[in-house]
């Protein structure tokens, strides 16, 4: 930790649709075969969506109370290769994890809902302390 690198809390409350967070990552900017993870860490306000927007094609898998459908088809960006484990922060709390999407900004990504894993993270975390 140092003063430009901290924590923050866990959110344990579940997040509504219309909700604005932010994601950051180094993953790709471009979907070039060879392209390179982001020398810069890049930052994006996305759109907590309706569950509806993901239940559908191409997320067949998508468990609404494990998991969070987000994404910013107006701003023309997502999370991308690379950014996988990436925070979702909403208000101030991490919220979600960047989980997996299609590499098209006009379909919403997936993220796994925090809320759900919270109980589960303390618990884990208490075992490691000496």
Same mark, same amino acid.
């Given at each position: ?54 239940? !559908?094609? +191409? ?5 609404? #109370?494990?998991?969070? @459908? ?5 701003? *023309? &960006? ?27 900004? !006009?379909? +919403? ?5 925090? #809320?759900?894993?919270? @109980? ?5 975390? *208490? &075992?490691?302390?000496?």
């Amino acid at each position: 930790m140092t003063q430009t690198v901290g924590t923050i809390p866990l959110s344990q409350e579940t997040v509504k649709k219309g909700a604005v967070c932010s994601v950051a990552g180094w993953g790709q900017t471009s979907m070039k075969t060879n392209a390179q993870p982001s020398p810069a860490l890049q930052e994006v306000e996305l759109t907590v969506m309706g569950k509806c927007m993901c239940l !559908s094609r +191409p997320y067949l898998h998508y468990v609404p #109370s494990r998991m969070l @459908c987000v994404g910013g088809p107006q701003k *023309r &960006k997502a999370p991308f290769l690379g950014d996988s484990g990436a925070p979702l922060v909403c208000d101030g709390k991490a919220t979600g994890i960047v989980s997996h999407g299609t590499g098209d900004w !006009s379909t +919403p990504s997936v993220f796994t809902r925090l #809320s759900k894993y919270v @109980c589960w993270i303390k618990k884990t975390l *208490r &075992k490691l302390k000496p």
